[in-house]
């Protein structure tokens, strides 16, 4: 399946993609339909139809109870930055009024220069899980979606903890769709990753050679902190970001960045000036 939520002139929806309409399953959004225990069989409910391809996407998940974000999970963005290999994940949060919908326009903050892309496979949970082995950790995947960790890099490393470059208001994208495992081959799924800015491919590679992959994540997140349904799990960027090129490229506005998952869709997203 490949759900969403969309925004209607009556509030958010969640909606399933079915022969190009996107039909009501009867909830508010994907958070309200994945809190309920037989989410998968709500979800196969009829309902009103909307149109897909004028949709007005709201965050996959608009309020997830938490984000976690992975850094330096890709052994060429490692490189990159100029990094040993981790032993554990590299892990922060973001909040969910940092959120926007696939289409939403990115406004960049008057207080940056340095505004940065990251293309990411986002796990979406699916169940409440707590130190989940294997099992617990790959049936806690409802599915996944596709995120761009918009970064503010000159806030991002005014010190050496990043959440400050991480979490601003209104500035990640995530959605369109949440794509079951079953959809992308499974819950290690090897899909394309990449960014094109303006037509100019900037990010590619393959989930397949995360080195730590969304199972061992569910299993290590859950660990620290109860998963709750609809959380989000960003699952780290590769290599091609803006901030490690020489010389250094960011986005000033006006630019339109397309970050996509292979099987999953895109992002796409009109980079507006200083508000």
């Known amino acids: 399946m490949k759900l969403a939520t969309i925004r209607t002139a009556d509030g958010t929806r969640a909606v399933r993609l079915d022969d190009g309409g996107l039909v009501d399953v009867g909830f508010a959004d994907l958070g309200a339909l994945l809190a309920e225990p037989d989410w998968r069989e709500r979800a196969a409910a009829s309902g009103e139809v909307h149109d897909a391809e004028g949709a007005d996407f709201a965050p996959v998940v608009p309020r997830p109870s ?49 505004l940065d892309w990251e293309v990411e496979l986002a796990v979406v949970i699916g169940r409440d899980v707590r130190r989940a082995d294997d099992a617990e950790a790959e049936a806690a995947i409802a599915g996944f979606t596709v995120m761009n960790d918009v970064s503010v890099r000159d806030w991002q490393f005014r010190t050496i903890e990043w959440t400050q470059g991480k979490i601003w208001d209104s500035s990640t994208p995530v959605g369109p769709f949440l794509v079951t495992p079953d959809e992308v081959g499974g819950v290690r799924p090897a899909l394309r990753v990449r960014t094109v800015v303006d037509g100019r491919v900037m990010q590619s590679d393959d989930t397949g050679t995360l080195l730590f992959d969304p199972v061992f994540l569910v299993k290590y997140v859950s660990t620290i902190v109860r998963l709750r349904p609809g959380d989000l799990i960003a699952t780290g960027t590769p290599a091609g970001v803006g901030h490690a090129r020489d010389p250094k490229v960011y986005l000033t506005g006006g630019e339109t960045v397309v970050t996509e998952v292979e099987g999953i869709g895109a992002c796409t997203n009109r980079v507006v000036g200083d508000a």
């Not at 040993?84 to 949060?93: K, Q």
């Open 66 to 114: 938490k984000v976690i974000c992975v850094g330096h999970n890709y052994s060429n963005h490692i490189k990159e930055m100029g990094r040993e290999l981790p032993a554990y994940p590299t892990l922060f949060p973001k909040f969910a009024d940092s959120l926007i919908g696939a289409r939403d326009d990115v406004v960049k903050p008057p207080e940056t220069e340095a």
